[in-house]
Structure formats: C-alpha cells, structure tokens
T-cell receptor, first 114, second 114 residues
C-alpha cells in the first residue's frame, strides 16, 4: 500500500515550457486535490476533484489545468510555465462521507521555472 | 471560511510537554477543528480533530475551550521527530459546505531542542 505517490520529485523548466505532474493513490479515495506551497507559506488549493471525470477550481487555479480520467490518478498540467509557478506541489486524497475526511498527502514535487 | 490565528514559532526541550495554541474567534457551530503537521521536506499529515469535547489519540491531545473560540494541541512529551510546522484548520461540515477542503494558514514552526 503505497498511499499517495507523485511523479516527478524534481523538475526544472524554462519559461514557456509545458509539463504534467502525476498523482496516484491506491486507497480508492473519491476526492483528490492539488496544492502549491511557496516558501514560508501554507498550502493553497489549486484544483480538486470529487470523483472520476469531475474537477473544480480551488483558490489559485490560473495557469493550471487538471484531469481525472481514472479514479486513482489526478494530473496537473502547466501549459506555459512561468517563474511565478516555481513552488512545491503537493497532491492529496481523501475519502468521502465521514466527518474527519482525513487528507493523505504525497511527498511533493519541487518545480523550478527559470 | 473561519480564520485561525497561531503563533509563528515555538520552542521546546525534548521530553517536555508542548502546548500549541490556536485562536478561532469566528468559529461557527458546524466547524470542526483539525490539526495537521508538516515535517521537513514532507507533505502534511493529519494529527487530530475535534468539535466540542477534548480528544486524545496516540499522537496528541486536543483541548477545546468551552466557548470554542480557541483550542490547544498538546504533545505530552516532545521528541526531536516532532519538530514540524503545525497547522490549525477549521473545516465546515454544515449543509452546502465545501466538504473536504482544507484552508492552510502559515502554522506554528515548532523547534525541539535536545
């Protein structure tokens, strides 16, 4: 049981390049989330999904797109990377229907855009 | 979403108790109090949650004020591994709420000295 995994762990992009971050979970969770964390800050929600085939915007969605074609995977895309998107990206998943709704986080992807 | 206020940093010696405060004066009746922590270079992890009564689990205890406007996370014997950023988060589980979303502030950086 690997929990939540993220690929890649590190990446350096040039401005204008595109990339996709992959998040996978093996806990059969309905909900999945993408956050970004800038230095000295808490996490901010980019996009989230409440089920396969559905996505919704979070607090800071601009410049990102997401897809949830399979229940276990949640992809975050940057179509044209900008230096302002330099950050650490965390994926999380949670079950639904309980009060606690504990979120399980992946180890993060450190992205630098030059 | 109701806001929380935490000290930026706190320090403790190893094997001593730690009390991490959180103020949430605008808490609503349907807000649960959640605590997560983030160890260095890792994603956040769930610690504990509560509504009105004090709660204990294997990681920590949560003491909630009678008026619910503040709470305290208690680590009974701090270890070096407890050095982390601790986030106090309110999660609304009332009707029409964005169930599952967590709003992270900057949290409290806990330093544990040997």
């Amino acid at each position: 049981n690997a929990g939540v995994t993220q690929t890649p762990k590190f990446r350096v992009l040039k401005t204008g390049q595109s990339m996709t971050l992959l998040c996978a979970q093996d806990m059969n969770h309905e909900y999945m989330y993408w956050y970004r964390q800038d230095p000295g800050m808490g996490l901010r929600l980019i996009h989230y999904s409440v089920g396969e085939g559905t996505t919704a915007k979070g607090e800071v969605p601009d410049g990102y797109n997401v897809s949830r074609l399979k229940k276990q995977n949640f992809l975050l895309g940057l179509e044209s990377a900008a230096p302002s998107q330099t950050s650490v990206y965390f994926c999380a998943s949670s079950t639904v229907g309980t009060v606690i709704n504990e979120q399980y986080f992946g180890p993060g992807t450190r992205l630098t855009v030059t | 979403d109701a806001k929380t206020t935490q000290p930026n940093s706190m320090e403790s010696n190893e094997e001593e108790p730690v009390h991490l405060p959180c103020n949430h004066s605008t808490i609503s009746g349907t807000d649960y109090i959640h605590w997560y922590r983030q160890l260095p270079s890792q994603g956040p992890e769930y610690v504990i949650h509560g509504l009105t009564s004090n709660v204990n689990n294997r990681m920590a205890s949560l003491a909630i004020a009678e008026d619910r406007k503040s709470s305290t996370l208690i680590l009974h014997r701090a270890t070096l591994r407890d050095a982390a950023v601790y986030y106090c988060i309110l999660r609304d589980v009332g009707r029409g709420s964005t169930l599952g979303r967590l709003y992270f502030g900057r949290g409290t950086q806990l330093t544990v000295w040997p």
